[in-house]
C-alpha cells in the first residue's frame, strides 16, 4: 500500500492510476494538491516556484492536479523556497507558516532551522519509527537519504514532541 499526499488515500502499489475523470480529478482539489495551489498563489507562479526548485513546470503542474507527488528533496526545496511548513504542505497540520510574497532566492549558504538542543528521546524515536518504516516497505535508503528524512522527521515532530507515525509512512514511501 502506498499513500497519496493529495488526498491521503491508500492505493495498492500495483494499482494503475485512474483517469482525470475519476477520483484523481476530485482528489487534485482537496488535500496536498490543493494546499500547495495555495501556497502557489500566495507565492508567484508553477512556473516561478519551478524555476526556483530546479523543477520542470510540467513536474509542478502534475503535482498540482494531483497526477503525481513530489519527492522528499523537492519538497524539501518546495517549503524552503515559500517558508511554508512541510507538515502543513504534508498533512495540513499546524500553520502555514508562508513568509512574503513571491518565490524567494535561494538563501547565500545552509541555514540549520533545527532547535539548538537535540531532544535525544525524540529523536531516537524518528529514527526508530523511520527503521520500522523502512523495515515494513521493504526499501532501502542510501546513508545520505536515510539522514536528511531523519532530520526532516525529527524538525516536523519538534513542536509537538512525538513522532508523527503517519508523517513517517508519508516521507519513507516518498524517500523510496
Request: net charge negative; hydrophobic share 35%; with cysteine.
Amino acid at each position: 500500500m502506498s499513500i497519496h499526499l493529495c488526498c491521503n488515500a491508500p492505493t495498492p502499489y500495483d494499482a494503475t492510476e485512474v483517469d482525470m475523470t475519476g477520483k484523481r480529478e476530485k482528489q487534485a482539489g482537496s488535500g496536498f494538491a490543493a494546499r500547495l495551489r495555495e501556497v502557489i498563489e500566495a507565492h508567484g507562479s508553477a512556473s516561478g516556484l519551478a524555476k526556483a526548485i530546479e523543477r520542470s513546470e510540467g513536474a509542478v503542474r502534475k503535482w498540482l492536479r494531483g497526477e503525481s507527488e513530489p519527492n522528499v528533496t523537492d519538497l524539501r526545496s518546495v517549503c524552503e523556497q515559500t517558508g511554508t511548513s512541510i507538515e502543513w504542505l504534508v498533512a495540513g497540520r499546524g500553520q502555514r507558516e508562508a513568509l512574503g510574497l513571491g518565490v524567494r532566492e535561494p538563501a547565500a549558504g545552509y541555514q540549520n532551522s533545527a532547535p539548538e538542543r537535540l531532544d535525544h528521546a525524540l529523536h531516537e524515536g524518528v529514527m526508530g519509527a523511520v527503521e520500522a518504516e523502512l523495515l515494513k516497505t521493504g526499501l532501502t535508503l542510501p546513508l545520505n537519504k536515510r539522514s536528511t528524512l531523519v532530520s526532516h522527521l525529527y524538525e516536523l515532530c519538534y513542536e509537538r514532541k512525538e513522532v508523527d507515525l503517519e508523517a513517517v509512512a508519508r516521507l519513507v514511501k516518498l524517500a523510496g
